[in-house]
């Protein structure tokens, strides 16, 4: 079982920058996917990014791609999302989450253990 708490939300200006983290308990957390989904108001959950379990392999939405990098520390059991060049658009609830296997999915339905998730807000 994997338990996972996100941090680094907030409230940051259009064009700025944050970094979340999530921190996973569990002993599989450094053989497994991760990935970062967010869901606005009123809108489903979607996919954000995912990184396999050595970090050799990610994948991004188009709508992040180019201003977000996702990584991993497995030593510290945590990964990261570094979002950059910040637009309105991406204010959400971000989440981070457990793969079913070493290699990541854009799919939520292959995500087992799922974060409290961390509200970002970007003003214009």
């Known amino acids: 079982q994997v338990q996972l708490v996100e941090s680094g939300g907030g409230l940051v200006q259009a064009g700025g920058s944050l970094r979340l983290s999530c921190a996973a308990s569990g002993r599989t957390f450094s053989r497994i996917a991760m990935g970062w989904f967010r869901q606005a108001p009123g809108k489903e959950r979607e996919f954000v990014a995912y990184?396999?379990?050595?970090?050799?392999?990610?994948n991004y939405a188009d709508s992040v791609k180019g201003r977000f990098t996702i990584s991993r520390d497995n030593a510290k059991n945590t990964v990261y999302l570094q979002m950059g060049s910040l637009k309105p658009e991406d204010t959400a609830v971000y989440y981070c989450?457990?793969?079913?296997?070493?290699?990541?999915?854009?799919?939520?339905?292959?995500?087992?253990?799922w974060g409290q998730g961390t509200q970002v807000t970007v003003s214009s």
């Open positions: 989450a457990a793969g079913r296997s070493e290699w990541g999915s854009s799919d939520s339905g292959n995500y087992d253990y």
């Open positions: 990184i396999s379990w050595r970090g050799a392999i990610t």
